[in-house]
């Protein structure tokens, strides 16, 4: 045996007594290490160490120890010498761990299984013990000389099936007890981990183990904070013979929801502000300042950095229910959350900070985070770390700390400390006087109101019935939303609106919680209800868009269109098949890109052309992404993808959709299989049950179905061939008009280019102009007569004389009456751009027709600036728009003669 010491191991032997110890009492570890140490360890090299049977409990706690001799011995080598990334290393002790702990726990349950018979569930099959690994152990990030925490959990209570039955509690509880000694006992070898159940529920005082009732139980009555905290690096480690898989999702589908809420959950931030200042008020007692993992800028706070964001936004983004925190970093990047170059400077402390760690705990094998104070052994933790001397090593890791804290603190700072100077005014603790004259100083003009309202509100029995953490929380957000209103163009109506919305949202905790801990997202509100009634509204209706306003990106122009739809696919994915998740998902992604538009739009950043163009890509995005969802729950549908398109006519046709607008739809199909008719009917019953349903989510769409064939008498989809047919032999002129603005909006787009082409067919027909003229004229009046305001003073935007209705009809004359000789006219291009296409043809006067459209612009903005108000439906006096009307009359009369 060739015990000579490889010289390339003399950095790992300098640094660690542990090492060098362990080899001149074990020589024969070295040609075993010398054969091994260049490659990473694996899950067979450490098995293999276990294979064989074992005399006695002692014959196995031997060869545990063993074991971690040999593991550690390779381990400091590969990572003192340079070879070992942290994730190797990190990733080794974990399987150390896992191997370790499953080949225990089925060591021991067979032992007690012949002794007892079988713990038996309800269906009277085998049940094993659930190891739930927390902590660093369930993260996969275990640490070199680190505790396992570990819970207990089993499926169901029942007994054992053996002639000296005992209770599944008391089999489990003592394989628990064997497992933690096979482990934990300090031997002549020392031991294998230490072992922490700590963690479990009740902690020491509670029993070892505990069933999934009893933990679910536990979880809904008593589950804290902290504990949610703990275990999102929850990770049940049974594998091989002790691996049940159905327990394993059971145990899951428990933990999942205790870990992470439906909704956003901001009250998080203040739990675990409170979990971190316990921590720092210990390490402070203790004189920890250099503790690695607890002190400032340490390890913890990195960890608490990636954890907080998992436990607010977890419930609602699957993708952050993982444990690494490295991963977890890099992911808020991805979702945007946390900018790259915070995450690379987190990432970089954090692997920094490990390693340090690391070498902290080789030196002697201890658990130890601290930074030693000999000078011989800073030196030597310098050097293992690559640099010349202890004080470059701490310049580097002050840098670091410095970095991780300030990342920290804007993380988990306290807008709340201090009181607001404004808190007297909110809880009514003023003398009248006093009041009137802090809201006048804040520029109400309406003081008295304020007041009152005030009043009102704390009198109220929803305020008094709050639970007293949400009291605490809307009395903490009040003073500030006083202050906001004060720097709003209208303090009094944004009071009002605000605490109306306040009062709405009182009993959701997260939300106030939101608002709280983010000044600036108040700040948002206030502008916006300011800004606009149909606004509030909206935001009432979905308060969840308040994580909107935290987006430093909101007032962004660009929209990525197919980052969106890549978007709703992933978060559609995550939850396949489940119909109810899936029409929240479409509805609160629609929503939230609903809220950023109109975010950018009381900002004056969105012309009324392009605001409807965005409305439009929403519209088309969600209907598109909606149909196959539909498809899939048609259980006897003939084929995988559906020759089936929606056509969008009115203003989802032309492009002109505003916030509310309905979608005025038609469905056709091109398919000859018997199934046809009876499954693409169920699809468009179904999709349209999707797109207009109330869910607790909201809605999406108003739809309209009546302009279709035969209109409500009409089948609900039809066939291309029957489309084209009833177009050419039964369809009235205004159908016709109605198709100018038609066009393919989802679906097939084989269907949707056949349908164009019938489209172009039929606008193309000659026609009787005199005819078509009388027609067109006749139904302007049916109209006229059923909504124009006719008011001398007031002007109706879109019925009166002069209006919308008469633009559209102009250019849907032009249309029908021109694009047999002018094909362009048939082009899906908007009124406007019609209108001038018309003038350069000289079918129409162009200065006429610039004129036009110029008044079509802005009854647009208008009426679209009276939705956002608090009167959408008032009239506009005629004298502000009088010259577009008269533009408008000229044109009308200049194509169809003068009005009756």
């Given at each position: 045996?060739?015990?000579?010491?490889?010289?390339?191991?003399?950095?790992?032997?300098?640094?660690?007594?542990?090492?060098?110890?362990?080899?001149?009492?074990?020589?024969?570890?070295?040609?075993?290490?010398?054969?091994?140490?260049?490659?990473?360890?694996?899950?067979?090299?450490?098995?293999?160490?276990?294979?064989?049977?074992?005399?006695?409990?002692?014959?196995?706690?031997?060869?545990?120890?063993?074991?971690?001799?040999?593991?550690?011995?390779?381990?400091?080598?590969?990572?003192?010498?340079?070879?070992?990334?942290?994730a190797?290393?990190?990733?080794?002790?974990?399987?150390?761990?896992?191997?370790?702990?499953?080949?225990?726990l089925?060591?021991?349950?067979?032992?007690?299984?012949?002794?007892?018979?079988?713990?038996?569930?309800?269906?009277?099959?085998?049940?094993?013990?659930?190891?739930?690994?927390?902590?660093?152990?369930?993260?996969?990030?275990?640490?070199?000389?680190?505790?396992?925490?570990?819970?207990?959990?089993?499926p169901?209570?029942?007994?054992?099936?053996?002639?000296?039955?005992?209770?599944?509690?008391?089999?489990?509880?003592?394989?628990?007890?064997?497992?933690?000694?096979?482990?934990?006992?300090?031997?002549?070898?020392?031991?294998?981990?230490?072992?922490?159940?700590?963690?479990?529920?009740?902690?020491?005082?509670?029993?070892?183990?505990?069933?999934?009732?009893?933990?679910?139980?536990?979880?809904?009555?008593?589950?804290?904070e902290?504990?949610?905290?703990?275990?999102?690096?929850?990770?049940?480690?049974?594998?091989?013979?002790?691996?049940?898989?159905?327990?394993?999702?059971?145990?899951?589908?428990i933990?999942?929801?205790?870990?992470?809420?439906?909704?956003?959950?901001?009250?998080?931030?203040?739990?675990?502000?409170?979990?971190h200042?316990?921590i720092?008020?210990?390490?402070?007692?203790?004189?920890?300042?250099?503790?690695?993992?607890?002190?400032?800028?340490?390890?913890?706070?990195?960890?608490?950095?990636?954890?907080?964001?998992?436990?607010?936004?977890?419930?609602r983004?699957p993708?952050?229910?993982?444990?690494?925190?490295?991963?977890?970093l890099?992911?808020?990047?991805?979702r945007?959350?946390?900018?790259?170059d915070?995450?690379?400077?987190l990432?970089?402390?954090?692997?920094?900070?490990?390693?340090?760690?690391?070498?902290?705990?080789?030196?002697?094998?201890?658990?130890?985070?601290?930074?030693?104070?000999?000078?011989?052994?800073?030196?030597?933790?310098?050097?293992?770390?690559?640099?010349?001397d202890?004080?470059?090593?701490?310049?580097?890791?002050?840098?670091?700390?410095?970095?991780?804290?300030?990342?920290?603190?804007?993380?988990?700072?306290?807008?709340?400390?201090?009181?607001?100077?404004?808190?007297?005014?909110?809880?009514?603790?003023?003398?009248?006087?006093?009041?009137l004259?802090a809201?006048?100083?804040?520029?109400?003009?309406?003081?008295?109101?304020?007041?009152?309202?005030?009043?009102?509100?704390?009198?109220?029995?929803?305020?008094?019935?709050?639970?007293?953490?949400?009291?605490?929380?809307?009395?903490?957000?009040?003073?500030?939303?006083?202050?906001?209103?004060?720097?709003?163009?209208?303090?009094?109506?944004?009071?009002?609106?605000?605490?109306?919305?306040?009062?709405?949202?009182?009993?959701?905790?997260?939300?106030?919680?939101?608002?709280?801990?983010?000044?600036?997202?108040?700040?948002?509100?206030?502008?916006?209800?300011?800004?606009?009634?149909?606004?509030?509204?909206?935001?009432?209706r979905?308060?969840?868009?308040?994580?909107?306003?935290?987006?430093?990106?909101?007032?962004?122009?660009?929209?990525?269109?197919?980052?969106?739809?890549?978007?709703?696919?992933?978060?559609?994915?995550?939850?396949?098949?489940?119909?109810?998740r899936?029409?929240?998902?479409?509805?609160?992604?629609h929503?939230?890109?609903?809220?950023?538009?109109?975010a950018?739009?009381l900002?004056?950043?969105?012309?009324?052309?392009?605001?409807?163009?965005?409305?439009?890509?929403?519209?088309?995005?969600?209907?598109?992404?909606?149909?196959?969802?539909?498809?899939?729950?048609i259980?006897?549908?003939?084929?995988?993808?559906?020759?089936?398109?929606?056509?969008?006519?009115?203003?989802?046709?032309?492009?002109?959709?505003?916030?509310?607008?309905?979608?005025?739809?038609?469905?056709?199909?091109?398919?000859?299989d018997?199934?046809?008719?009876?499954?693409?009917?169920?699809?468009?019953?179904?999709?349209?049950?999707?797109?207009?349903?109330?869910?607790?989510?909201?809605?999406?769409?108003?739809?309209?179905?009546?302009?279709?064939?035969n209109?409500?008498?009409?089948?609900?989809?039809?066939?291309?061939?029957?489309?084209?047919?009833?177009?050419?032999?039964?369809?009235?002129?205004?159908?016709?008009?109605?198709?100018?603005?038609?066009?393919?909006?989802?679906g097939?787009?084989?269907?949707?280019?056949?349908?164009?082409?019938?489209?172009?067919?039929?606008?193309?027909?000659?026609?009787?102009?005199?005819?078509?003229?009388?027609?067109?004229?006749?139904?302007?009046?049916?109209?006229?007569?059923?909504?124009?305001?006719?008011?001398?003073?007031?002007?109706?935007?879109?019925?009166?004389?002069?209006?919308?209705?008469?633009?559209?009809?102009?250019?849907?004359?032009?249309?029908?009456?021109?694009?047999?000789?002018?094909?362009?006219?048939?082009?899906?291009?908007?009124?406007?751009?019609?209108?001038?296409?018309?003038?350069?043809?000289?079918?129409?006067?162009?200065?006429?027709?610039?004129?036009?459209?110029?008044?079509?612009?802005?009854?647009?903005?208008?009426?679209?600036?009276?939705?956002?108000?608090?009167?959408?439906?008032a009239?506009?006096?005629?004298?502000?728009?009088?010259?577009?009307?008269?533009?408008?009359?000229?044109?009308?009369?200049?194509?169809?003669?003068?009005?009756?």
């Open positions: 045996m060739d015990t000579q010491i490889d010289p390339r191991w003399q950095p790992a032997l300098a640094h660690s007594r542990y090492l060098s110890n362990l080899l001149q009492a074990r020589p024969a570890l070295i040609p075993e290490l010398a054969a091994s140490w260049q490659q990473p360890l694996d899950a067979g090299l450490l098995t293999a160490a276990l294979s064989g049977d074992f005399a006695d409990d002692e014959a196995l706690k031997s060869a545990l120890r063993r074991l971690r001799h040999r593991a550690m011995a390779h381990l400091m080598l590969r990572d003192l010498c340079g070879l070992a990334p942290l190797e290393v990190v990733e080794s002790m974990t399987l150390l761990a896992d191997v370790t702990t499953n080949f225990a089925a060591h021991y349950h067979r032992q007690l299984a012949a002794s007892y018979g079988e713990p038996l569930d309800s269906r009277g099959r085998p049940q094993r013990l659930l190891v739930i690994g927390m902590g660093k152990l369930g993260g996969r990030e275990l640490n070199v000389s680190s505790d396992v925490d570990y819970i207990f959990v089993y169901e209570e029942g007994d054992t099936a053996g002639p000296k039955s005992i209770e599944n509690y008391d089999f489990f509880t003592r394989l628990g007890k064997r497992v933690i000694q096979a482990l934990g006992d300090i031997t002549a070898d020392g031991q294998v981990f230490r072992v922490d159940m700590r963690l479990r529920p009740n902690g020491d005082s509670g029993p070892l183990v505990c069933s999934l009732d009893s933990l679910e139980n536990y979880f809904i009555t008593q589950g804290r902290w504990e949610r905290y703990a275990w999102i690096k929850g990770r049940t480690m049974n594998a091989g013979d002790n691996l049940q898989p159905e327990w394993v999702e059971a145990m899951q589908k933990a999942r929801p205790f870990v992470f809420r439906k909704y956003l959950d901001f009250g998080a931030i203040n739990a675990m502000r409170d979990l200042a316990q720092r008020r210990e390490v402070a007692r203790k004189d920890m300042a250099d503790h690695v993992k607890l002190g400032p800028g340490g390890i913890r706070e990195i960890e608490f950095m990636a954890q907080v964001f998992q436990l607010i936004r977890g419930g983004d993708a952050l229910q993982i444990r690494p925190t490295l991963a977890v890099a992911l808020l990047v991805e945007q959350l946390l900018p790259a915070t995450e690379q400077e990432r970089e402390a954090y692997v920094f900070l490990r390693r340090l760690e690391h070498r902290l705990q080789y030196v002697g094998d201890q658990q130890t985070h601290l930074l030693p104070v000999d000078a011989a052994e800073r030196q030597k933790i310098a050097v293992s770390m690559d640099f010349a202890w004080p470059a090593l701490l310049a580097v890791l002050d840098e670091h700390r410095a970095r991780v804290s300030r990342h920290f603190d804007a993380v988990f700072s306290d807008p709340e400390a201090g009181e607001h100077p404004l808190t007297g005014l909110w809880m009514n603790q003023l003398d009248e006087d006093t009041a004259e809201f006048g100083n804040l520029g109400f003009r309406r003081p008295r109101e304020a007041i009152a309202r005030l009043a009102e509100l704390r009198a109220s029995s929803r305020y008094q019935q709050l639970p007293a953490t949400n009291r605490q929380r809307l009395d903490a957000v009040g003073p500030r939303l006083i202050e906001a209103a004060g720097q709003t163009p209208d303090p009094d109506t944004t009071l009002v609106r605000g605490i109306a919305f306040l009062e709405g949202i009182a009993r959701r905790g997260s939300y106030l919680a939101l608002l709280q801990q983010y000044p600036l997202a108040l700040k948002r509100v206030a502008d916006m209800v300011c800004a606009s009634t149909w606004a509030t509204d909206y935001l009432n979905h308060p969840l868009l308040l994580d909107e306003l935290l987006d430093p990106r909101l007032y962004e122009m660009a929209t990525d269109w197919q980052g969106f739809r890549e978007q709703l696919q992933r978060n559609l994915a995550d939850h396949l098949d489940d119909t109810e899936e029409m929240d998902i479409l509805r609160e992604m929503h939230a890109q609903v809220f950023r538009l109109l950018q739009d900002a004056g950043l969105q012309t009324i052309e392009k605001l409807s163009d965005h409305l439009t890509e929403l519209a088309d995005s969600i209907v598109q992404e909606t149909l196959p969802l539909v498809w899939r729950k259980k006897k549908r003939h084929c995988e993808t559906p020759k089936f398109a929606v056509i969008g006519y009115g203003k989802m046709g032309g492009k002109e959709l505003g916030y509310a607008s309905d979608l005025d739809m038609v469905y056709l199909y091109d398919d000859a018997p199934d046809a008719q009876e499954n693409y009917t169920r699809l468009a019953q179904r999709l349209n049950t999707w797109l207009s349903s109330q869910t607790p989510a909201g809605i999406l769409f108003e739809t309209d179905l009546r302009l279709r064939p209109g409500d008498a009409g089948l609900l989809a039809v066939t291309v061939d029957a489309f084209r047919d009833y177009q050419l032999k039964q369809a009235w002129t205004w159908e016709h008009q109605a198709l100018t603005r038609a066009r393919f909006c989802a097939d787009s084989e269907v949707g280019a056949r349908f164009e082409a019938i489209r172009c067919e039929i606008l193309r027909q000659p026609r009787d102009l005199a005819k078509l003229r009388e027609e067109v004229v006749a139904m302007r009046r049916k109209m006229y007569d059923a909504h124009a305001s006719n008011s001398p003073v007031d002007f109706g935007l879109k019925h009166d004389a002069g209006g919308i209705i008469d633009v559209e009809f102009i250019v849907q004359y032009l249309v029908l009456g021109h694009a047999h000789r002018y094909p362009e006219l048939t082009g899906n291009l908007g009124n406007i751009a019609l209108l001038r296409i018309a003038g350069e043809l000289g079918l129409i006067d162009p200065q006429l027709a610039l004129a036009c459209g110029n008044a079509y612009r802005e009854y647009r903005r208008l009426q679209h600036a009276r939705r956002l108000s608090a009167t959408p439906k009239p506009v006096p005629r004298e502000e728009v009088e010259r577009h009307i008269v533009a408008v009359d000229a044109l009308w009369q200049a194509v169809f003669g003068a009005r009756d």
